[in-house]
């Protein structure tokens, strides 16, 4: 029996605890993600615990594997071996000895082909550590082009009208970081994922949150912002 989870590192570790016959438990991990919701701190406990780990999302919904921004380019060109982004990617996740299996989508008999060639070639502990060094310096890369610096700590966290405001400034960042608009607004719009009463409209500008905040983002001036890039267009 095993389980997907979609939550943060202290609700993955209860539900490990919860039950001693676990056998997996699936996550989204990626060299952008090492501590979004589960991340490194829930890969390492779950392999501790004995469980084996299904990693979701190693390219970040191929987000990964499209051509990156000019500065991240820069950065992949300076690696020490050629490959692909996609290949790194999926090496660096491969490269965990937590990790039992990577779940990679694929659309085209191309990317099939590459991503067998990369899982032929992978290993636990397999990266150099000049490769290891790259891939922070491209995590680097791509943080820098956050126009929001939140590091979804949550303090600011709950808004007392409700506002799911790191999840908002997640989604107007990867617009950004990713050129990937539509991504963004169709996550937006989803009632599955933010529901209409958390929208940044939703915002009375109490200023409670700039409290709260470590960064000293200002928050509501960020939130208009973001509705404005985000919201369902008419």
Same mark, same amino acid.
């Given at each position: ?109 191309? %990317?099939? !082909? ?5 899982? &032929?070639?992978? @290993? $636990? ?8 060094? +790259? ?51 169709? %996550?937006? !719009? ?5 529901? &209409?009463?958390? @929208? $940044? ?8 949150? +700039? ?24």
């Amino acid at each position: 029996l095993g389980f997907s989870f979609h939550d943060n590192y202290e609700t993955f570790k209860k539900i490990v605890d919860a039950y001693d016959n676990w056998t997996l438990a699936q996550i989204q991990y990626n060299y952008i993600d090492v501590d979004y919701q589960a991340g490194y701190r829930g890969l390492e406990y779950a392999a501790g615990k004995g469980l084996a780990v299904v990693i979701m999302e190693p390219l970040r919904g191929g987000r990964l594997a499209k051509e990156p921004p000019a500065s991240v380019a820069r950065v992949w060109g300076t690696a020490p071996q050629k490959r692909t982004p996609t290949a790194m990617a999926l090496l660096w996740v491969w490269n965990h000895p937590e990790v039992s299996v990577a779940l990679s989508g694929m659309s085209t008999m191309e %990317q099939v !082909k590459e991503n067998i060639a990369t899982a &032929e070639h992978s @290993r $636990a502990n397999n990266l150099t550590s000049d490769e290891l060094s +790259l891939i922070e310096r491209v995590r680097e890369a791509y943080n820098e082009l956050s126009p929001i610096p939140c590091t979804s700590c949550g303090y600011c966290t709950p808004c007392p009208n409700g506002v799911a405001i790191p999840t908002i400034f997640q989604m107007y960042n990867e617009a950004i970081m990713y050129d990937d608009l539509q991504t963004a607004q169709s %996550q937006y !719009k989803n009632p599955d994922i933010l529901k &209409e009463e958390q @929208r $940044a409209d939703q915002c009375l500008e109490c200023d409670e949150c +700039l409290k709260a905040c470590p960064q000293e983002i200002p928050i509501p001036e960020w939130l208009k912002k973001a509705h404005e890039l985000l919201k369902p267009k008419q």
